[in-house]
């Protein structure tokens, strides 16, 4: 089962462009250009996806479009790890390569109920920190919005996802970027706070 490992941080819109400046961050280097992230979330009218902590969108990054499938996880301190699921978008839902037995048969189950719920719109820059040999660790800044239809929510924030290295790797990043910048722990993701947004209408 894939796992996805990262350290979430919130920030004031206007403290990016320090953020950019950080040695540690301008001195990482960068993975292409920042770009624009579109990414729609699906579930069922009742919300059974929800109700089940699954999360299941569709995101489009230039030319491509991936699905994505990602297990609720329990964040502390803005670190988190979760089980999920990425593959090629080819034109309709494809649930045979998740190896979670419950999750496939529910996303499987519901599938032809699955309707567009909310949507995220961000732009990402990407940078890949190598502090020692054995680790990677991607920085992964998003400004942007979370939408559910003319009500949006804004998106300011810095992922730290472990490519390969240990979860205190991830942490000492973190303590050291908040030492000069106000960068703060966040716990909820951008799917919860789709819903969030989303449930506040109804």
Not at 20 to 29: D, F, K, M, Q, W
Not at 99 to 124: H, K, N
Not at 157 to 162: A, N, P, R
């Amino acid at each position: 089962m894939p796992l996805e490992i990262e350290l979430k941080l919130s920030f004031p819109e206007e403290a990016l462009p320090a953020l950019a400046r950080h040695p540690l961050i301008a001195s990482a280097p960068r993975e292409g250009e920042p770009g624009m992230v579109d990414s729609t979330y699906f579930d069922t009218p009742a919300l059974a996806l929800k109700a089940h902590r699954i999360a299941l969108r569709l995101r489009r990054q230039g030319v491509e479009t991936v699905q994505t499938v990602k297990s609720a996880a329990v964040s502390h301190d803005g670190l988190a790890q979760r089980a999920e699921w990425e593959q090629p978008w080819h034109g309709q839902f494809d649930f045979s390569a998740i190896d979670d037995p419950d999750a496939a048969a529910l996303l499987t189950q519901v599938q032809s109920e699955l309707v567009p719920v909310f949507g995220t719109r961000f732009i990402r820059d990407i940078r890949h920190f190598h502090p020692r040999d054995g680790v990677c660790i991607l920085i992964m800044i998003d400004t942007g919005a979370v939408m559910v239809g003319a009500r949006t929510t804004a998106i300011s924030e810095v992922e730290l996802e472990l490519a390969s290295g240990e979860t205190d790797d991830l942490r000492r990043l973190a303590d050291e970027l908040r030492k000069s910048l106000p960068l703060v722990p966040e716990d909820v993701s951008k799917a919860e706070r789709g819903y969030r947004l989303l449930q506040q209408g109804s």
